[in-house]
């Protein structure tokens, strides 16, 4: 059983930063990829950012430069460091795993991020 708890999220001020934690219950590099996902209201989910075992990252266009995904292997936790936050980044942030060698995915129970404009 995986289990991924995210936090990290509130309200925060257009401009303004925030850091989402993904805490896995067991080791990250047992995870092929993981990623942030979000969900605004109305909104399909999309994808945010990912980050391999090997460390390799990518990120959506409408987040790169502003977002970091980042990994503490030792403490078994993904973050989405954010900065330059806005309103349209309002959202349900959501992390996901990825497990190839069973193989089988894995979803936190999201975290709130308001933006005020």
């Known amino acids: 059983q995986v289990q991924l708890v995210e936090s990290g999220g509130g309200l925060v001020q257009a401009g303004g930063s925030l850091r989402l934690s993904c805490a896995a219950s067991?080791?990250?590099?047992?995870?092929?990829?993981m990623a942030w996902y979000r969900q605004a209201p109305g909104k399909q989910r999309e994808l945010v950012a990912t980050?391999?075992?090997?460390?390799?990252?990518n990120y959506a266009d409408s987040v790169k430069g502003r977002f970091t995904i980042s990994r503490d292997t030792a403490k078994n936790t993904v973050y989405l460091q954010m900065n330059s936050l806005k309103a349209e980044d309002t959202a349900v942030y959501f992390c996901n795993a990825v497990r190839s060698v069973v193989p089988d995915n894995y979803w936190g129970q999201g975290t709130q991020v308001t933006v005020s404009s």
């Open positions: 980050i391999t075992s090997g460390g390799s990252t």
């Open positions: 067991r080791n990250i590099f047992s995870f092929t990829v």
